[in-house]
């Protein structure tokens, strides 16, 4: 590890091993659910930009406890450029989110039916150019942004990585236009010093006259529109009392802390 680089083993990654997620990821979606209660009554979920998994972990234990969906109700599609380990329960993809091919793969894994909720964790191999970054990532988010409007159920749930850069407010009213509520989100596993936040979109209601169209265009977000639009909540999740993933803690935070590699699947 290059001297400036952050050792990125920190109070969440631990958790993570601990709890045996395949990455720290997990608690960033357990912390956003715990704040706005992502699972109750759904069955149907497509996990975009997914590997190594930790999401789909969270997903498919969460509905497994549903009291109210069965097993047959249930369906989780995972895509990622990545091939990723099996998880059971869970139907993989390995496909780019930007490409028609995987759009109409995550359709026919569907099955004819609606998904309740896409979740989108993308992120691109940041080069440090933060206009790039940013743009790239923006890219993503409305690459996984068409997938959900043809797949998602009317009332259904967004939930999507977000660089706050200096278009974040197109891409969020851009947003707006599609659901009831878009809130940004920052768990507290994700480090304040990060631009990341979530986008969490609730209550898809597209208007009566836009077709969702699984040709993927990517948008040039800075030529979008900004209509007049409502303010945006932003919400931090995850009890304060918790840890902060900018802080070094002492191995003994987890208990008796034993470093395990993950390996098969679950
Ligand atoms: C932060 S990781 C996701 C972590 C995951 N949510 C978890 O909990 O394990 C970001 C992922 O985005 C994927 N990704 C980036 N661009 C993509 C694209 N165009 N299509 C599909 N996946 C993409 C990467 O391969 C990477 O696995």
């Known amino acids: 590890m290059g001297k400036s680089s952050r050792d990125k083993r920190d109070v969440y990654y631990r958790f993570a091993k601990e709890g045996r997620f395949r990455a720290r990821s997990a608690y960033k979606l357990m912390q956003i659910d715990e704040e706005f209660d992502l699972f109750t009554g759904i069955s149907r979920v497509v996990d975009l930009c997914a590997a190594p998994g930790s999401w789909s972990q969270v997903v498919a234990q969460r509905l497994a406890s549903e009291k109210d969906v069965t097993d047959r109700d249930v369906k989780i599609v995972a895509v990622d450029l990545q091939a990723m380990a099996p998880l ?129 265009t990517v948008l040039p977000v800075a030529g979008l529109s900004v209509p007049d639009h409502p303010p945006v909540p932003f919400k931090a999740c995850g009890s304060e009392m918790g840890y902060d993933s900018d802080t070094n803690y002492p191995l003994q935070v987890c208990g008796n802390y034993e470093h395990r590699d993950w390996s098969g699947s679950g």
Do not use: W
């Not at 309740?116 to 970054?133: K, S």
């Not at 990341?196 to 609730?202: D, G, M, W």
């Open 88 to 216: 059971q329960g869970v139907e993989q993809i390995q496909g780019d989110i930007t490409k028609k091919e995987t759009s109409e793969a995550i359709i026919e894994h569907l099955e004819g039916k609606f998904a309740h909720l896409v979740l989108c964790d993308g992120a691109p191999d940041v080069t440090g150019l933060p206009d790039f970054d940013e743009y790239i990532q923006a890219q993503l988010l409305l690459a996984a942004f068409n997938i959900a409007t043809n797949v998602l159920s009317p009332g259904g749930t967004f939930l999507a990585k977000l660089f706050c850069g200096k278009d974040v407010m197109t891409l969020l009213s851009h947003l707006q236009r599609f659901f009831k509520q878009v809130i940004v989100a920052k768990p507290r596993t994700s480090r304040n010093s990060s631009i990341e936040s979530f986008a969490l979109c609730k209550t898809y209601c597209p208007l009566s006259q836009y077709m969702p169209n699984v040709n993927t």
